[in-house]
């Protein structure tokens, strides 16, 4: 099947991609790096009278930082974060995320707001996002917000982004020198979305200590019992507790999932605790 007749738009400003996104009233697609809404337009789950490319958006293709915040933006493919194309972002977390997001084809067009914009549970930069304690900066024709990633994803597949409005940037609080992370995922073969996922950070300087797990039903969860215990003892938790954590974050796993979801928060935590590294 291919997809039903639509007009291609790709603006050269973003200005310009807005204003087609406030004429559309509801008939309008915003376009990242389509490794989404590609499949969704052939098997015409998506059928919107106009698409909107904004992979070219020069607002949405650089990496800023101010006042210790890093500046996104949406367009920025995984592939670049992958291959330090941005120096704010080379040896981080962002960069060792990317490196495992599906298979090279896909990170060469998929985009970071694309990705979040989408929301599927097991994606890594739900996760990773949540983990961060991002901000997204919501932006249409007549407005501009700022949404905390913990309340961005209402559910799967569903998120804050109001009709008209795109994410235009991801904003990551940048971390001190001395904080640490890990990230951890299994898959059913190598490119596949997860089955269990887990993202950790602890900044001392910040005074900022998470644990998240995702590859759940929803939106990512956060383990807030495990992560104080780790950055007050700076020792690995049981088992028996991480699985206390689990059944309070996902209550209803079966006994496979439950192990799947332990042993990644385990692999997670053992990242942290065994070396320094940066954001």
């Not at 088992?239 to 385990?266: F, S, W």
Request: net charge neutral; with cysteine.
């Amino acid at each position: 099947m291919k997809a039903a007749l639509f007009e291609y738009v790709r603006p050269s400003t973003l200005k310009d991609g807005l204003q087609r996104l406030a004429e559309g009233q509801g008939t309008v697609k915003v376009m990242g790096g389509s490794q989404s809404l590609g499949p969704m337009l052939n098997l015409r789950l998506a059928r919107p009278k106009v698409v909107v490319d904004c992979t070219a958006l020069p607002e949405m293709r650089d990496v800023t930082m101010a006042d210790g915040v890093i500046r996104i933006g949406g367009a920025v493919t995984h592939a670049e974060i992958e291959d330090g194309v941005f120096p704010l972002l080379r040896g981080s977390l962002l960069q060792t995320v990317a490196a495992g997001i599906a298979y090279r084809a896909i990170r060469n067009r998929g985009t970071v707001a694309g990705s979040l914009a989408h929301a599927d549970p097991a994606a890594d930069w739900v996760l990773t996002m949540t983990a961060l304690a991002a901000q997204l900066e919501l932006v249409s024709s007549g407005n501009k917000r700022m949404v905390h990633m913990e309340r961005f994803m209402l559910g799967a597949y569903t998120t804050d982004v109001a009709e008209g409005e795109l994410i235009s940037a991801i904003h990551v609080p940048e971390l001190g020198d001395n904080a640490r992370w890990g990230y951890a995922k299994f898959c059913r073969k190598t490119g596949e979305f997860a089955e269990a996922s887990c993202c950790a950070v602890f900044d001392p300087r910040r005074g900022f200590a998470r644990v998240v797990v995702g590859a759940l039903d929803g939106a990512p969860q956060a383990l807030p019992a495990i992560a104080a215990a780790v950055a007050e003892s700076g020792a690995m938790p049981t088992r028996a507790d991480i699985g206390k954590a689990l059944e309070a974050a996902a209550p209803g796993k079966d006994a496979i999932d439950r192990k799947l979801m332990t042993a990644a928060v385990l692999r997670c935590l053992e990242q942290v605790l065994g070396k320094e590294k940066t954001l």
